[in-house]
Nanobody, 114 residues
């Protein structure tokens, strides 16, 4: 059974940076496209960024140029480096494959505020 554990969230001032990590166990990590998703209060969960098996990345328009997704297949880790954070980036961030598997982790909260 796949298990997804996100970490690295916290309180960040506007303009600051934060790095998120996700450990994916119980799955053949290298065989999937992986992604970061986020859900702000009152909103639907949305796709933020994804990285394919070959390392190709793409991003939701609002985070292009600010966020960088990467993966380490050997360690089964997915990363999201977030720079120039804005209050509208405040959300619960999740990792999952893309398309997502039926199991989700607990997410990690990122709050961008003074």
């Amino acid at each position: 059974q796949v298990q997804l554990v996100e970490s690295g969230g916290g309180l960040v001032q506007p303009g600051g940076s934060r790095g998120l990590s996700c450990l994916a166990s119980g799955t053949v990590f290298s065989m999937y496209t992986w992604a970061w998703y986020r859900q702000a209060r009152g909103n639907e969960r949305e796709l933020v960024a994804r990285v394919t098996l070959t390392g190709t990345t793409d991003y939701e328009d609002s985070v292009k140029g600010r966020f960088t997704i990467s993966r380490d297949n050997a360690k089964k880790l997915l990363y999201l480096q977030m720079n120039s954070l804005k209050p509208e980036d405040t959300a619960l961030y999740y990792c999952n494959s893309n398309p997502p598997q039926h199991v989700w982790g607990q997410g990690t909260q990122v709050t961008v505020s003074l």
